[in-house]
């Protein structure tokens, strides 16, 4: 056990001595004292070292429950414990009451817990030592934190890169080893003095032109020039130039990390010296090539297209500074490309996908494949880099070039015939040359294509490289000897009769797309390119081909997509060509009547026959308005649920009250509506969602209705377990088999057409599907053309005890005689809409229209019994009215009311002081209900 002391002490209370008695109740009398310090560890242990008493504290530390360690050995948490230490740790705490120290324990999974230990020896009332009892505090996170400063600051002091900072006059700050290192001067040597000393005399401004940088906070990267040693030597670096910011945020300095680049370069000049026949191939290639360390040695032509940069800009880099800061799935490119460099370099080879940025800063999609070789007993490594980003874009067309690429192809292969034939003179070749025929030689056999020789007249293999292994599953042993037409890899034998012919007529192939059979007999679609070659005057065929069954794949995806997305499109407009129709044609009865009944000329009879059909209309209205609201707020995950108490008797006797209404308005006498529930079971009151629920049952309720001419329709509920099942069956027209699948999708009805001959929005039955699985539930149907539909859904049944002293409000004969009730309305209309709700209680109205006169009414008017205040109101919102009449009586009951009945809406407007909350459109028979309730 490790222990350190510290320089203070904490001293515990009496209540460490305690009266003898034969069995020490710890649990009692440790529990019962430091209860107050419960939050840290607290463990009392024996003269033998085993655990008496174990708080939560302690369970929270180390991971152990009180029943796991009690009675058990303190080496448990701490396995250097020694029961000698108990004597040693007895006199200590003789001497000073207690002592404090830090301790390396370990929790219940085997980690590693640091904690600073305040020690004290436990006693009874009669003096007698009984043990001891410890306070801990985990300090782990505080030793790990020092630890990582000081490495970190080990990590900037050994880098291998030279790390310095000037001030803006050009000033050395500070110097690292590797800055000792790369040019010779010591940290003593150097620090307070011009960091031109550095410099050479053909850049000597070259500071004034990255200070111009550096104060506009832009960072200069890779930045690479010449720089002097100590000993007048000039060497070649690369250096990154960044601003460095003080407490103030201002620009008060600049880092400079500097890496000798000048073996690099020297390295790069010999490589470059390579025969001209192999450099011209690499330079052609119709991929990118990289011969490249950590960094870009030499790249090839078709690397620069791809990065839209010159050569000059690449090489030195590295791959890190033309990638993006993570790859597509999320990890570090930093991370990840350290990974597979050393991967190459320990396994040969290693392939990959990669995302590139160019200099205009486009995405390349990328596949590239890593292979090590040896120079001068040096290892180097070859990237190949395939452009995948045309295959991403599902479109993957062969190069204009591709016959050039053949051509080179076709060099190589003889290049290769002609160092067999001569082996002896090879023993002559420069060693460099003879390391860069290997280097290309590997850069061919490793393409990520295809590549193979076959004969013309028979199919009979040459040659083959890896990407044909990897293609077609065949290794060179399996082809060797054998024939295309043997080994049966073509999936069409008269695609290669239109090779051979094309060959013949052209000499040359593009883009022949074919399926190819692979060893395992899977198949493969790929494309094609060949071209003839001649070897010992006789004609051979070299082919490359490029696998894009997954760009094929992706074609298909794309195609279904795009159905899809025009199939939804096309719903989208028939939604709002239906939309502009279920709104408009309410609201042309609405205004159509309105307009009438301002005709004094109207008899009464059809004033009231006018007036039913407006409400009706209006309601109308209101439906496919609240289907919007609730279709949007499902849309942006707004819609919530709200759990209550609630009558389901009562709920479902509206409901029953309200559709026989229902059915009598829509002229449908020949239409039976039964509610089918044993109400008079234990059943009464249940917790969910009250307004949701009945939102479901309605919306059901109302599609049976609107399809079912004559007949019944029954609604109700049965008991299923845990669950409450609800019903609605009809006897109506059903729904097609084609249109089932869809029934729940939103905009869409068993009849799209336009001529179809039921209204409606399209939304209510997919709004019902995301109400009940809100709500913990699930839905599903059944219906037979002609027949009838059943519609079922579930609900998890929560019970709740009724109270049945509690009984309903009544709003009827509602008499406020002598009361007197403020409204705070800004619009007109609404305020003369409950004028004449309230007209007939007979209590006294007082009007505000804004919220600073309503507070002014209130303060001269001390009779006030009940304030109506809306939301949203000039010049003082209807939450700041409210809290400002609180402060005058805090007793008065304020009923807020709004339009918008969100519930962040109604939490805030009950954070001012509000006692209820009633939404817009106001119902009458709620706001009688709601006045009574504060009235009594």
């Not at 007249?457 to 060179?476: A, C, Q, R």
């Not at 599903?780 to 859904?793: E, H, L, Q, V």
């Not at 209590?843 to 507070?855: D, Q, R, T």
Request: with cysteine; proline share 2%; hydrophobic share 35%.
């Amino acid at each position: 056990m490790q222990v350190k002391n510290l320089s203070f002490t904490l001293e515990l209370p009496n209540l460490l001595y305690m009266k003898p008695n034969l069995t020490i109740d710890y649990e009692h009398l440790i529990s019962k004292n430091l209860l107050s310090v419960a939050v840290n560890s607290i463990i009392a242990v024996d003269l033998q070292g085993m655990v008496t008493f174990w708080n939560n504290g302690a369970e929270r530390i180390f991971g152990y429950k009180r029943e796991e360690i009690l009675n058990k050995s303190l080496k448990i948490i701490y396995p250097d414990f020694d029961e000698n230490l108990l004597l040693v740790d007895l006199e200590r705490t003789k001497e000073g009451g207690s002592y404090v120290s830090e301790w390396e324990g370990r929790n219940k999974s085997g980690e590693t817990v640091w904690v600073d230990l305040n020690t004290n020896i436990l006693k009874d009332d009669n003096d007698n030592i009984i043990g001891f009892i410890g306070l801990s505090k985990d300090i782990t996170t505080n030793r790990e934190l020092h630890f990582y400063k000081s490495e970190l600051s080990s990590i900037v002091q050994y880098s291998a890169d030279g790390m310095e900072s000037v001030d803006l006059e050009g000033n050395v700050l500070s110097w690292n080893k590797s800055a000792e290192k790369i040019y010779g001067y010591s940290s003593k040597e150097i620090i307070g003095k011009k960091s031109s000393i550095l410099y050479v005399e053909s850049n000597i401004d070259e500071f004034q032109r990255v200070l111009k940088i550096i104060i506009q906070g832009k960072v200069l990267k890779n930045f690479e020039t010449k720089r002097r040693k100590k000993d007048g030597s000039i060497i070649d670096v690369s250096i990154t130039f960044s601003p460095q910011i003080n407490n103030e945020e201002e620009i008060s300095g600049i880092s400079v990390i500097t890496r000798d680049i000048t073996d690099q370069k020297l390295t790069l000049k010999k490589l470059n010296e390579s025969e001209i026949k192999y450099q011209t191939i690499f330079e052609n290639s119709g991929e990118g090539f990289f011969l490249m360390t950590e960094r870009f040695i030499d790249v090839n032509k078709k690397a620069c297209e791809l990065f839209e940069s010159s050569k000059e800009e690449i090489i030195g880099k590295s791959p890190l500074d033309f990638s993006p800061e993570k790859q597509s799935d999320g990890v570090s490119s930093e991370i990840k490309a350290k990974e597979y460099i050393k991967k190459a370099f320990e396994e040969g080879n290693v392939s990959f996908y990669w995302q590139h940025i160019s200099k205009s800063k486009d995405t390349i999609n990328t596949r590239i494949t890593l292979n090590r070789i040896v120079v001068k007993d040096k290892n180097y490594l070859i990237a190949i880099m395939h452009n995948m980003t045309e295959v991403i874009k599902y479109q993957n067309k062969l190069k204009v070039k591709t016959k050039s690429v053949v051509d080179k192809n076709k060099k190589m292969h003889q290049l290769n015939n002609d160092l067999n034939e001569t082996n002896n003179q090879l023993k002559i070749i420069n060693q460099q040359i003879e390391q860069s025929e290997k280097k290309f030689r590997v850069a061919f056999k490793t393409s990520p294509d295809a590549i193979n020789i076959n004969r013309i007249s028979d199919g009979l293999y040459i040659d083959i490289n890896d990407g044909f292994t990897n293609l077609m599953g065949y290794t060179e042993r399996d082809v060797r000897g054998k024939t295309s037409i043997e080994l049966n890899v073509w999936v069409n034998p008269k695609d290669r009769n239109r090779l051979v012919n094309a060959l013949l007529e052209n000499e040359f192939v593009s883009n022949l797309e074919a399926q190819f059979r692979r060893k395992d007999g899977s198949v493969t679609t790929a494309l094609m390119s060949a071209s003839f070659i001649e070897v010992n005057k006789e004609k051979y065929i070299l082919s490359i081909t490029r696998d894009i069954s997954e760009r094929k794949e992706s074609e298909e995806k794309l195609k279904k997509a795009m159905e899809k997305a025009e199939e939804s499109d096309l719903l989208k407009s028939a939604f709002l060509a239906n939309m502009s129709h279920e709104i408009r044609t309410p609201m042309n009865a609405i205004l159509g009547f309105s307009q009438l009944l301002k005709e004094k000329r109207i008899e009464p009879e059809k004033q009231d026959k006018f007036l039913d059909i407006i409400v009706s209309r209006s309601k109308n209205l209101l439906q496919i308005i609240n289907d919007i609201i609730d279709i949007s707020k499902i849309e942006a995950n707004q819609l919530t649920i709200e759990n209550n108490e609630f009558s389901l008797k009562k709920s479902l006797y509206e409901l029953y009250s309200f559709f026989e209404a229902e059915i009598y308005t829509h002229n449908k006498s020949h239409v039976n509506l039964t509610l089918s529930a044993d109400l008079s079971e234990v059943i009464g009151n249940i917790r969910s969602d009250e307004v949701r629920l009945k939102q479901i049952l309605t919306n059901l309720i109302s599609n049976a209705i609107k399809f079912t001419e004559k007949g019944e329709i029954e609604f109700g509920y049965n008991v299923k377990g845990d669950n409450l099942e609800f019903f609605v069956r009809d006897t109506g027209i059903g729904i097609p088999e084609e249109s089932k699948k869809h029934i729940f999708e939103r905009f869409r009805q068993a009849d799209d057409s336009s001529t179809r001959e039921f209204g409606g929005t399209g939304l209510g039955l997919s709004i019902c599907k995301q109400l009940v699985e809100k709500l913990g539930g699930e839905i599903w149907f059944d219906s037979k053309t002609d027949k009838g539909s059943i519609f079922y859904f579930t609900i998890p049944l929560e019970m709740v005890t009724q109270d049945q002293s509690s009984s309903e409000l009544n709003a009827s004969n509602f008499d406020l005689t002598g009361k007197t009730i403020l409204i705070v309305e800004d619009d007109l209309i609404s305020m003369t809409y409950l004028e004449e709700l309230l007209i007939g209680t007979k209590a006294s109205i007082l009007k505000a229209f804004n919220g600073e006169k309503a507070v002014e009414i209130f303060k001269n008017n001390a009779n006030i019994d009940i304030v109506l205040m809306d939301v949203y109101l000039p010049k003082m919102s209807g939450n700041d009215a409210t809290r400002e009449i609180k402060k005058i009586n805090a007793e008065i009951p304020v009923v807020m009311q709004s339009a918008y009945a969100l519930p962040s809406d109604k939490k805030e407007s009950f954070k001012y002081g509000c006692d209820d909350y009633i939404t817009k459109p106001i119902d009458p028979r709620l706001l009688m209900v709601t006045i009574k309730k504060f009235m009594q």
